[in-house]
């Protein structure tokens, strides 16, 4: 038997269907950026994504926010052999986030545990605003820990991917939202 990572990347395309199209996604971005520039409160900001799946939203907005921008980026992922709530952080933001405007950004809120303890370490830097933006929240009946502040799209309890999302590392390039059968 074949490991679901050692698939070759068509395969998940044939074994998924359509959530969101590539022109459903942009106009869901575009709504990301409008929110955000209303709501950023300084002349300047800094995107901070969350790496790997953050990747893809935050390089749109970079185009789309109308005001400077400088960009970061983090690594930390909840600790997959236990029952907590553990982070671990591999890569912390490198500029200073002391009296700046940060906009975390992220692929999906599923738990928010992870952009929770994001924020968190955002505030506890000195961050003088601190919004978050996520191209997609799961719909999973969970009560999370933080409700992004913006969201450009609701997903089901699905297995989803592309637009940063991955399925076992492939497709996080692909400009529509998938999920598997």
């Not at 893809?56 to 709530?85: E, F, K, V």
């Not at 933080?146 to 592309?162: E, K, M, T």
């Amino acid at each position: 038997m074949i490991a679901p990572q050692d698939q070759l990347p068509a395969h998940w395309l044939q074994q998924s269907q359509l959530v969101f199209n590539a022109q459903e996604v942009a106009k869901a971005i575009d709504e990301i950026a409008a929110q955000l520039q209303q709501r950023i409160q300084a002349d300047a900001i800094i995107l901070l994504c969350v790496m790997r799946g953050g990747l893809y939203l935050a390089g749109q907005l970079m185009a789309r926010l109308q005001l400077p921008a400088r960009i970061d980026y983090l690594q930390a992922n909840r600790y997959q052999g236990t029952s907590g709530h553990e982070i671990v952080w591999r890569k912390h933001p490198e500029l200073d986030l002391a009296g700046q405007s940060v906009v975390i950004v992220d692929d999906i809120l599923d738990e928010g545990i992870t952009l929770a303890e994001v924020a968190r370490f955002c505030h506890a830097a000195g961050a003088a605003q601190v919004l978050t933006a996520v191209l997609t929240e799961k719909d999973n009946g969970l009560q999370k820990p933080l409700q992004a502040d913006v969201v450009g799209l609701v997903v089901p309890n699905r297995y989803v991917f592309g637009c940063g999302m991955d399925v076992y590392g492939w497709w996080r390039n692909l400009p529509e939202i998938r999920a598997l059968i």
